[in-house]
């Protein structure tokens, strides 16, 4: 199994140290054509707008769409934004996920928190809270049709959808030392 | 749910976000939506760049609110501001107007000749200049979440910037590779507290995320300091200073994104017009450099 990680910009070596770790084979994407013999993608956190334009510049949004409709892709923060049908705001995006997304919903950098959440998806591997980032993140506001809250903070704001073979993710599972996120979305994968 | 804000993993968690990617110098909120339009990860709000504090002279320290205010308003990527070495309440007030970065900046007049600002009190994260590995050591010490190598700020020349990023990331290969028994002396000789300096030798890299910056000012100069092993780019004057701003920026967000791709380099270097003018820091007089402000 080979998945490729978007490294247009932001975190996505830090995706790659948790993949390594569970013995994944990964490739850095910066070209429609590093998507070819990939088995699933991940889209890192970093800003939604300088991905998106580079993502139009080298002509890989489309290509990445075409990919989502038959593969995995998981969007981690900036990646949630990109997967999203709407933003709110004019800014390329991939159309992929029925889900509409607030930026920076809980506010700026000085209100970013981390906090232990109990993650159902998660509670056949292990009962432990699962320790998630949230950094200038955005929330799912709604989802739609075939994607579903996979998980919600207490007061039922969604951080989490999933539909089918595509997950997205307010929060930053490659920040943690935690690997059941990433085994998560591999497992999707073998379906 | 117990939401915990201000952690150091959640300051250092933003600079990792702004990993590959370019941090652009502005002075209007028009310059910053240029910026945001094309790929800037972020911006820092200044009144004048590098360049024009350096040609006024005068004491430079932290801008108008106003001014800061109006910048944030006018994009969605994160904002820095800069505050002078040790003005703890500049950077008080920076914190209270929502600011996602502060640089506690040697291109600003220093407050203090003796100390830093103590960062760990704060809950908006630091960013800091060092020249050498000891210097990195002790902002992150003080609780520095992001640094950036010094470079020699608004001369456009990249002299600096590759010989500080050389010397921190030499600095962190000796480290990796003397007996343990040799740290301790290590870190009296370069001034390092001895626990961050351990934890580097562990990682085999900084703690926190380290970009390059001062004097970067073509797209070359910024695929250079990428594949030197910084993570991303402070550019300052370089942008804003140049014929065609919005191109220039453009192009240095690319080639920031792919540095290795030398032709994908001679693809974007075209017909950007003119670089800023620049100064040639080996003729400078050692009195007007801005890289030996910090302690």
Redesign the interface.
């Known amino acids: 199994m080979k998945i490729g990680i978007l490294?247009?910009?932001?975190?996505?070596?830090?995706h790659i140290v948790m993949l390594k770790k569970l013995g994944v084979e990964t490739a850095e994407v910066?070209l429609p054509e590093q998507l070819d013999d990939l088995d699933g993608l991940i889209i890192p956190?970093?800003?939604s707008?300088?991905m998106g334009?580079?993502m139009v510049?080298y002509d890989l949004l489309e290509p990445i769409r075409e990919f989502g409709l038959g593969h995995a892709v998981w969007g981690t923060?900036?990646g949630a934004i990109l997967l999203a049908a709407d933003a709110h705001?004019k800014q390329p995006l991939l159309n992929l996920m029925d889900i509409s997304v607030e930026?920076?919903a809980f506010?700026?950098?000085?209100?970013?928190?981390?906090?232990?959440?109990d993650i159902s998806a998660l509670k056949q591997a292990d009962d432990a809270p699962f320790h998630a980032?949230f950094?200038?993140a955005p929330i799912i506001e709604a989802v739609q049709g075939e994607a579903k809250a996979l998980v919600t903070?207490?007061d039922r704001r969604i951080v989490a959808a999933q539909d089918g073979q595509l997950l997205a993710t307010s929060f930053?599972p490659e920040?943690t030392g935690d690997t059941r996120f990433h085994k998560y979305f591999l497992s999707l994968i073998k379906k | 749910?117990?939401?915990?804000?201000?952690?150091f993993?959640?300051?250092k968690?933003?600079a990792?976000?702004?990993?590959?990617?370019v941090i652009m110098d502005v002075v209007t909120p028009e310059q910053a939506k240029i910026a945001?339009?094309?790929?800037?990860?972020?911006v820092m709000a200044l009144e004048r760049v590098p360049a024009d504090i350096r040609a006024d002279g005068g004491v430079a320290r932290m801008s108008d609110p106003d001014m800061i205010a109006g910048i944030i308003d006018a994009v969605?990527?994160?904002v820095m501001a800069k505050a002078r070495i040790g003005h703890f309440v500049e950077a008080q007030i920076l914190?209270s107007l929502?600011?996602?970065?502060i640089d506690e900046s040697e291109v600003l007049t220093p407050a203090d000749n003796d100390y830093h600002i103590w960062k760990h009190d704060f809950?908006?994260?630091f960013v800091c200049g060092c020249r050498n590995l000891g210097e990195a050591m002790r902002r992150i010490g003080e609780g520095a979440a992001m640094m950036r190598t010094k470079g020699e700020a608004g001369t456009g020349d990249v002299v600096e910037a590759v010989y500080h990023a050389r010397t921190v990331l030499g600095d962190i290969r000796r480290l990796q590779n003397m007996p343990i028994e040799e740290v301790m002396t290590f870190a009296k000789e370069i001034g390092a507290p001895f626990d961050v300096l351990m934890e580097t030798r562990e990682l085999g890299r900084l703690p926190v995320v380290n970009f390059a910056a001062g004097g970067i000012a073509t797209p070359a100069d910024a695929a250079l300091m990428m594949q030197l092993g910084v993570d991303g780019l402070f550019v300052g004057s370089g942008i804003f200073k140049s014929g065609d701003p919005a191109k220039r920026a453009?192009a240095i967000?690319?080639a920031?994104?792919?540095y290795n791709?030398a032709s994908i380099l001679a693809d974007i270097s075209q017909n950007l017009g003119e670089a800023m003018v620049g100064i040639n820091v080996s003729t400078m007089p050692e009195e007007d450099k801005l890289a030996g402000r910090g302690w």
């Open positions: 490294a247009l910009q932001g975190a996505f070596a830090e910066r956190g970093g800003e707008t300088t334009k580079l510049d923060c900036a705001r930026r920076n506010g700026r950098q000085v209100d970013s928190f981390e906090a232990a959440l980032f950094i200038r903070l207490s930053h920040l | 749910m117990e939401e915990n804000t201000g952690s993993a959640v300051k968690g933003l990792q976000m702004l990993k590959g990617g945001e339009d094309a790929g800037a990860c972020a969605s990527i994160p914190e929502g600011v996602d970065y809950k908006v994260p453009a967000v690319k920031c994104t792919h791709d």
